[in-house]
Structure formats: structure tokens, C-alpha cells
Nanobody, 124 residues
Framework: QVQLVESGGGLVQAGGSLRLSCAAS????????MGWFRQAPGKEREFVAA????????DYADSVKGRFTISRDNAKNTGYLQMNSLEPEDTAVYYC?????????????????WGQGTQVTVSS
């Protein structure tokens, strides 16, 4: 069982930045692909970014490419999502997820564990 706890959300003006963190309970988090998803009110949960077990490979949704950066520190059992040039359309609850997989996954149903989410609100 892996527990994930997100932090770092908040209210920011358009153009600003936030850094989300995802602390994992498992010492074997390096065995898991990590991903970030978001869900806005009335919308389905959507893929934002994912990172391979070693951190050597990443994937991003087109809507955040060039603005967001996913990373991880396996020694600290923590994943990160650096969000720059934030836009009001980025407003959502952001979720961290982990999948016991050898390759990057962008489909939420294939993730095994989820955090409780952290709210990100971008004002115009």
C-alpha cells in the first residue's frame, strides 16, 4: 500500500508560479511511475504530466508543455510539479498518482494509488 500526500496548492495570479509536492509513504517509490492529474469543476479528470521510475523520461499534456515541469527525488520519496506561467484555465484540484509500471502511463484508470488532491486557483 502506498499513501500519497500532495501539498503546495493555493491561490495565485495569472502568470505566477506554484510548486506542488507529492510525498509518498513507500520506501520503494522508485518502483512506481508517478503522475499528476487535475480535475476542474464539471469536467473529467485529465492527465497533466508523468515521470518514469528513474526520472529519466517525462510526458506532458499539450496544454502544459513548456510551462510545467515534473520531477522526482526518490531518495526523499517525493515527486514535484513546478507550474509556471499559470493561467486561469489551470484552476483545478491537482492529484498525484503512482503506478507499479515499467513505463510512463497517461491513463488515470491505470494508476494504482492516488493522493487526496490539492486545490490550485489562478485568478485573472
Amino acid at each position: 500500500q502506498v499513501q500519497l500526500v500532495e501539498s503546495g496548492g493555493g491561490l495565485v495570479q495569472a502568470g505566477g508560479s506554484l510548486r506542488l509536492s507529492c510525498a509518498a509513504s513507500a520506501r520503494t517509490i522508485s518502483s512506481y511511475v508517478m503522475g499528476w492529474f487535475r480535475q476542474a469543476p464539471g469536467k473529467e479528470r485529465e492527465f497533466v504530466a508523468a515521470i518514469s521510475r528513474s526520472g529519466g523520461s517525462t510526458d506532458y499534456a499539450d496544454s502544459v508543455k513548456g510551462r510545467f515541469t515534473i520531477s522526482r527525488d526518490n531518495a526523499k520519496n517525493t515527486g514535484y510539479l513546478q507550474m509556471n506561467s499559470l493561467e486561469p484555465e489551470d484552476t483545478a484540484v491537482y492529484y498525484c498518482a503512482a503506478a507499479l509500471s515499467t513505463r510512463i502511463i497517461i491513463t488515470p484508470t491505470q494508476y494504482d494509488y492516488w493522493g487526496q488532491g490539492t486545490q490550485v486557483t489562478v485568478s485573472s
